[in-house]
T-cell receptor, first 113, second 113 residues
Framework: DTAVSQTPKYLVTQMGNDKSIKCEQN?????MYWYKQDSKKFLKIMFS???????INETVPNRFSPKSPDKAHLNLHINSLELGDSAVYFC????????????FGSGTRLTVV | KNQVEQSPQSLIILEGKNCTLQ??????????LRWYKQDTGRGPVSLTI?????NTKSNGRYTATLDADTKQSSLHITASQLSDSASYIC????????????FGKGTKLSVKP
């Protein structure tokens, strides 16, 4: 009954491949996010979806595309993977954009070789 | 420039001891400040959330303070336990209407027996 669940937990793939990371939340939240945590443990927001609409789209490469089939799901699709994409990606959700509390998933460790 | 600075970068203490982590921010307009605990390989978990009018808030052995005038926050951990070993991340929300977040780089705490 995990509140925010991500799959897979680990992903190892070769440069140039296309991959997806899935995220689901069962909290009834309206807003979901994707964060990238680099090797220095710095969390950077990538995308935010509110009621299936992209609200925040930070300056990330257009190889990254969030896809939200419904408000409980926000998947991250990455095209033409590069070595620099290696990181831990966290999904999170909140009641709305103004919510004080965020719930994070456990992360997906992506390694591009 | 909106920034969140945390100190120290890392800290080692003995089990049972107290410690204090610092967070300084230059974020405007300030909305709220959160402290997260992130265990290795896991997603961040919210410890406390503080708004402009709150000076102190406790959550078990964790006590957070906020000085909105000096733009400083601290997280005090009392009677540390081995399970407190983790990264502690300070996150400041600003803007009010867009859910903008600035993440600190975290303090890595190691509690030794």
């Amino acid at each position: 009954d995990t509140a925010v669940s991500q799959t897979p937990k680990y992903l190892v793939t070769q440069m140039g491949n296309d991959k997806s990371i899935k995220c689901e939340q069962n909290l009834g939240h309206d807003t979901m996010y994707w964060y990238k945590q680099d090797s220095k443990k710095f969390l950077k927001i990538m995308f935010s979806y509110n009621n299936k609409e992209l609200i925040i789209n930070e300056t990330v490469p257009n190889r990254f595309s969030p896809k939200s089939p419904d408000k409980a799901h926000l998947n991250l699709h990455i095209n033409s993977l590069e070595l620099g994409d290696s990181a831990v990606y966290f999904c999170a959700s909140s009641q709305d954009l103004w919510a004080a509390g965020y719930t994070f998933g456990s992360g997906t460790r992506l390694t591009v070789v | 420039k909106n920034q969140v600075e945390q100190s120290p970068q890392s800290l080692i203490i003995l089990e049972g001891k107290n410690c204090t982590l610092q967070c300084n921010y230059t974020v405007s307009p300030f909305s709220n400040l959160r402290w997260y605990k992130q265990d290795t390989g896991r997603g961040p978990v919210s410890l406390t959330i503080m708004t402009f009018s709150e000076n102190t808030k406790s959550n078990g052995r964790y006590t957070a303070t906020l000085d909105a005038d000096t733009k400083q926050s601290s997280l005090h951990i009392t009677a540390s336990q081995l399970s407190d070993s983790a990264s502690y991340i300070c996150v400041v929300s600003y803007g009010g209407s867009q859910g903008n977040l600035i993440f600190g780089k975290g303090t890595k705490l190691s509690v030794k027996p």
